[in-house]
Antibody
Framework: QVQLQESGPGLVKPSETLSLTCSVSGGPLSSYYWSWIRQPPGKGLEWIGAVSHSGSTSYSPALKSRVTMSIDTSKTQFSLHLSSVIAADTAMYYC????????????WGQGTLVTVSS | DIQMTQSPSSLSASVGDRVTITCRASHNIGSYLNWYQQKPGKAPKLLIYVASSLQSGVPSRFSGSGSGTEFTLTITGLQPEDFATYYCQQSYKTELTFGGGTRVE
C-alpha cells in the first residue's frame, strides 16, 4: 500500500527557510497531485500547495510569495520550501496524496512538527 | 478564495446518537466537498469524497449529503471511536480550503 513519510529539521530559525521532503513508497507518483498541509498547534488545517507528477504547481494565495514545491520522480519524493519563516509558521506539516479529478486527500503522512524559534 | 464554514464548532453527544455536522461554502462548489476525521496526535483520515461517496474501509454509519453551498456529514449511531474532530474541504477550485472543524465530544 502507498505510504508517505515526511522528513526535515524540527527547528528552524526566524527569517530562514523551512525545507521538508515527503518520500512516497508503494505506488507511482503519476496520475496524482502531491500536497502539503499544515496545522498550527490546537488549530485547524491549512492547505499550503500542491505539485503534480509533471512538476506543475499551485499554491495557497496566502503563502504563494514564500512557497516553492518540487518533485523528483526518480526518487519518488516531493519537497516543500517555505522562506522567511516566522513564529506563526510553527505547525505540524503533513504531506498528502491528492486525487487528480475530485481533489480529495486520500493518503496522508504521519506529519512532522516544525518549530520556528531562535 | 472559497470560504468554508462549519457548524457547530463543537458538540456534545453520546454513544448511539445521530450526529449531524454542517458545512457551508461561500460559493457554489457543486459536489466537490470532502470530509475528514482527525483524532488527537494523528493525521486526518478521509471519510467522504465528492459530497456523498464513502471512502473504502469507512463504516457505513458515516454518510454525506448536499450540493452547491450546503453540505452535511451524518454519523448514525455514534461509536466510542467516533469522538474526534471533523473537517470539510472544498476541491472545486485549485486553491483548496478547509472548514474550521467540528469537535465531537
Amino acid at each position: 500500500q502507498v505510504q508517505l513519510q515526511e522528513s526535515g529539521p524540527g527547528l528552524v530559525k526566524p527569517s530562514e527557510t523551512l525545507s521538508l521532503t515527503c518520500s512516497v513508497s508503494g505506488g507511482p507518483l503519476s496520475s496524482y497531485y502531491w500536497s502539503w498541509i499544515r496545522q498550527p498547534p490546537g488549530k485547524g488545517l491549512e492547505w499550503i500547495g500542491a505539485v503534480s507528477h509533471s512538476g506543475s504547481t499551485s499554491y495557497s494565495p496566502a503563502l504563494k510569495s514564500r512557497v516553492t514545491m518540487s518533485i523528483d520522480t526518480s526518487k519518488t519524493q516531493f519537497s516543500l520550501h517555505l522562506s522567511s519563516v516566522i513564529a506563526a509558521d510553527t505547525a505540524m506539516y503533513y504531506c498528502a496524496r491528492q486525487r487528480d479529478y475530485s481533489g480529495q486527500f486520500d493518503i496522508w503522512g504521519q506529519g512532522t512538527l516544525v518549530t520556528v524559534s531562535s | 478564495d472559497i470560504q468554508m464554514t462549519q457548524s457547530p464548532s463543537s458538540l456534545s453527544a453520546s454513544v448511539g446518537d445521530r450526529v449531524t455536522i454542517t458545512c457551508r461554502a461561500s460559493h457554489n462548489i457543486g459536489s466537490y466537498l470532502n470530509w475528514y476525521q482527525q483524532k488527537p496526535g494523528k493525521a486526518p483520515k478521509l471519510l467522504i469524497y465528492v459530497a456523498s461517496s464513502l471512502q473504502s474501509g469507512v463504516p457505513s454509519r458515516f454518510s454525506g449529503s448536499g450540493s452547491g453551498t450546503e453540505f452535511t456529514l451524518t454519523i448514525t449511531g455514534l461509536q466510542p471511536e467516533d469522538f474526534a474532530t471533523y473537517y470539510c474541504q472544498q476541491s472545486y477550485k485549485t486553491e483548496l480550503t478547509f472548514g474550521g472543524g467540528t469537535r465531537v465530544e
